[in-house]
């Protein structure tokens, strides 16, 4: 049994897939095409691979390197700085339909179950590092379970792709599996699989006809043209040009260390007994460059050798070349100069002017994001109709869209303070889905509060309910208490007949003003 050493690499170096046994002719002719497609890119984006991994190789000009230090080897990390800021900033959030101010948890629920929250940002990164990235939706292995949803290897896929309708019409994936060729073709209604021993002949193994009427399979291109929907790598070339003057600049310097790091020295009128020890044995290159001080003897005619020192290695003249690199680099893509090693010595500079510096990788995050938009809604698209047995897609999801993190650095002060002022004045309600995604919640923890809120109202209002019935019970048991106390208390006695007759004598004589007064 033998196995790929470069499994990621297995679909650009296989054999191509043809002839099949099983195939129409039509098909045939996509595996060849596509196959041919295939082994076309690979080379390309390889060397966008090399450059990301730091592993790309200068030729040696032959000019300032001596051939035993040829194997020296300097890496400036610049390619992949270019692209992980943007990978970081593509962070889906949810998916919403329209009408809804909430996330669909069902889409999400999807979206978590194949663990797209670390599978997702390696599409992104081989689309941002090769310029394409792939994603493909299939059935559940199990009858109730999500539909499948994975990220594929460019290296190992090529397709065709409608650039009126925006979708793919077939594709073609080949790779390797403990020494066995294998091979499949997605079509609009079947996908087909294919397989080949070390030495036998490709033969079909099995199709699918799943008639979806599109093919499972979706592509997410960086930087496309009208002329190029493959889309490009972020990794320009003159990223790699730059990348590859301060590679040899960083040899240059490494090499200057080895044979200027120690002043060379320079003695005029020195006899060839001035280099040998005591013994008469020559002394070795190292004593005498590496001695504190150097002890002559005077010649015939007394004079003693003058000794002087050359000027001392000074990398500086190396890093201000690098320096300029890194501004150019920093010119090329829009990234704040500090991403690229340029620092300032002067003091830290203030939250605006570091929003302010970022601006254009953060508008470089948003394009990419809407880039990756509909690709990203073409998947779940097709993870529904997965999940519903083939059923057509419905409007309202045809009007999906995606919710992306914000791309800005976090400045939770500085967005507190403006979220409650807007609140203040009645702009946005308090507890809005846009206020909390504004205020930094994530979609999961937008939900989480939902409930916490739904839960302090039921709190409320069962707090409520019962004071309302702890009131009324006291209300009850006062009047009952007073009803008793009535009972209680023995009558007063009603006035006697007499006692009537003084107070109308009584009211008869109350004084009053006189007729004459």
């Not at 996330?103 to 394409?132: H, K, V």
């Not at 199990?142 to 539909?147: C, L, R, V």
């Not at 019935?469 to 009972?487: N, V, Y």
Request: overall charge negative; glycine content about 6%.
């Amino acid at each position: 049994m033998t196995v790929s050493l470069l499994p990621q690499l297995a679909g650009g170096f296989l054999p191509p897939a043809s002839p099949v046994r099983g195939l129409t002719d039509d098909e045939r002719q996509l595996v060849t095409g596509l196959s041919t497609k295939l082994a076309f890119l690979t080379p390309w984006m390889l060397t966008s691979q090399s450059y990301y991994d730091g592993e790309q190789r200068l030729a040696n000009l032959g000019v300032s390197i001596p051939p035993s230090l040829a194997g020296v080897r300097t890496v400036v990390d610049w390619p992949r700085i270019c692209v992980d800021p943007l990978v970081q900033r593509a962070v889906i959030d949810g998916f919403r339909l329209p009408g809804q101010t909430e996330t669909d948890s069902e889409l999400w629920a999807y979206w978590q179950a194949n663990n797209m929250d670390a599978e997702f940002p390696l599409c992104i990164l081989d689309s941002l590092t090769l310029g394409r990235g792939y994603c493909i939706v299939g059935s559940p292995d199990t009858p109730g379970d999500a539909p499948i949803i994975t990220v594929e290897s460019p290296f190992n896929m090529a397709l065709n792709w409608d650039p009126r309708t925006r979708k793919v019409t077939a594709a073609y994936q080949s790779f390797e599996v403990e020494g066995v060729f294998r091979a499949v073709l997605y079509l609009p209604n079947v996908t087909v699989f294919m397989s080949r021993e070390q030495a036998s002949q490709w033969a079909v193994d099995e199709r699918d006809e799943h008639n979806l009427g599109e093919v499972p399979v979706v592509r997410f291109s960086n930087r496309q043209r009208t002329a190029d929907r493959e889309g490009r790598s972020e990794i320009t070339p003159a990223v790699r040009n730059t990348t590859d003057s301060a590679i040899r600049t960083l040899l240059g310097m490494e090499i200057a260390r080895e044979f200027y790091s120690v002043p060379h020295r320079y003695i005029l009128g020195a006899t060839e007994s001035d280099f040998q020890a005591a013994d008469g044995t020559p002394k070795t290159a190292i004593d005498m460059v590496m001695s504190k001080f150097l002890a002559f003897e005077r010649n015939d005619r007394g004079d003693l050798p003058q000794v002087g020192q050359f000027q001392a290695f000074d990398p500086s003249v190396f890093t201000k070349i690098i320096d300029k690199h890194a501004m150019l680099m920093s010119s090329y893509t829009n990234f704040p100069p500090d991403y690229f090693g340029m620092h300032s010595q002067s003091n830290p500079a203030s939250a605006d002017a570091i929003r302010s510096a970022q601006d254009g990788l953060n508008r470089r995050g948003r394009q990419v994001q809407n880039q990756a938009s509909d690709p990203a809604e073409q998947v779940m698209r097709l993870v529904w109709r997965f999940a519903h047995d083939g059923e057509p897609v419905p409007d309202a999801l045809k009007q999906l869209e995606t919710d992306w993190t914000s791309v800005a650095t976090p400045t939770p002060a500085a967005t507190a303070d403006a979220i409650y002022k807007q609140v203040g004045m009645g702009a946005i309600p308090p507890t809005s889905d846009v206020t909390l995604a504004e205020l930094g919640w994530s979609q999961v923890q937008r939900a989480r509060l939902a409930q916490d809120r739904a839960n302090d109202v039921s709190r409320q209002l069962v707090a409520e309910v019962a004071s309302s019935l702890e009131a009324k019970q006291i209300r009850t048991d006062k009047s009952i208490t007073d009803d008793l106390a009535a009972a209680a208390e023995p009558p007063k006695p009603e006035p006697t007949a007499p006692d009537r007759i003084v107070v109308a004598a009584h009211e008869r004589k109350r004084p009053g003003k006189s007729p004459g007064n």
